[in-house]
């Protein structure tokens, strides 16, 4: 098992198992993993494709469950929860970034980050008050007006990004986050992330092929055919554990 940190844990996993039914045969993508990720950590996800890093990411995210094994999120067994209970802590505590943005294409950047307060029934002013000022933290305050497509493809996930963070969640989780940018729009999107970590100590977890933003991170993770293969440190950047 990963040694623990000298910090909290926000996530404990234990025994982690997932295994599908492919062509009438079972798929086992997970086969094992133990891990522990403290609050206000930066961590990799990396290994080849079929590793099961975006499997153990939608797991810790609760959009999959487990085949066997313990999620542990802030102490409390997530494996254990009802859909509706589960639902209800993925929308609070946890933010998603995923390659494509998936930006409701009607919507100007501020009304698309105000969907998800608008989901939890937060009082309008106070929902466009937190929009605002998230779409401000990612550079985006001149351009809140502007629908999808009247954005660059790093202006529209700055807005995904917005969208993740606007409830203020503990985790944020982002599969691929820069994967289909250039390398310049990566390079800005991946200091954001280093931005937000040190400015409000949201613990994030990210997936990636990218070699550069992998080992730019404080903790590298490796998977290879469904088990930890390696668990390293990396860039020795600080953070900074305030709250939103």
């Not at 910090?7 to 062509?23: A, E, I, N």
């Not at 494709?49 to 999959?64: E, P, Q, V, W, Y």
């Not at 494509?100 to 009607?106: G, Q, V």
Request: aromatic letters at 4%; proline letters at 5%; charged letters at 25%.
């Amino acid at each position: 098992m990963t040694e623990p940190s000298a910090s909290v844990p926000l996530v404990v996993v234990t025994g982690l198992r997932k295994t599908y039914q492919h062509m009438g045969r079972p798929l086992e993508v997970l086969r094992g993993i133990d891990l522990s990720i403290s609050s206000g950590e930066m961590v990799s996800l990396i290994g080849k494709s079929g590793a099961g890093k975006s499997t153990l990411m939608h797991c810790l995210g609760t959009l999959d469950v487990p085949t066997e094994g313990s999620i542990k999120f802030e102490g409390i067994e997530l494996t254990k929860l009802t859909s509706a209970e589960l639902a209800e802590r993925r929308n609070r505590t946890i933010g998603f970034v995923f390659q494509f943005h998936h930006l409701l294409p009607e919507f100007t950047a501020l009304e698309n980050v105000m969907m998800p307060g608008l989901i939890q029934g937060m009082a309008k002013r106070e929902n466009r008050q937190q929009a605002e000022a998230i779409l401000e933290t990612v550079g985006l305050q001149q351009r809140l007006e502007h629908r999808p497509g009247e954005l660059s493809g790093g202006e529209q996930q700055r807005v995904a990004l917005a969208r993740a963070l606007v409830l203020r969640p503990k985790l944020l989780l982002a599969d691929e986050p820069t994967g289909n940018l250039d390398t310049a729009t990566s390079d800005s999107i991946h200091e954001l992330f280093f931005d937000i970590n040190r400015k409000h100590g949201t613990t994030i977890v990210i997936v990636t092929h990218n070699p550069a933003l992998a080992e730019s991170m404080p903790r590298i993770i490796s998977l290879r055919d469904g088990l930890i293969e390696a668990d390293r440190r990396g860039a020795d950047r600080s953070t900074h554990t305030a709250s939103f």
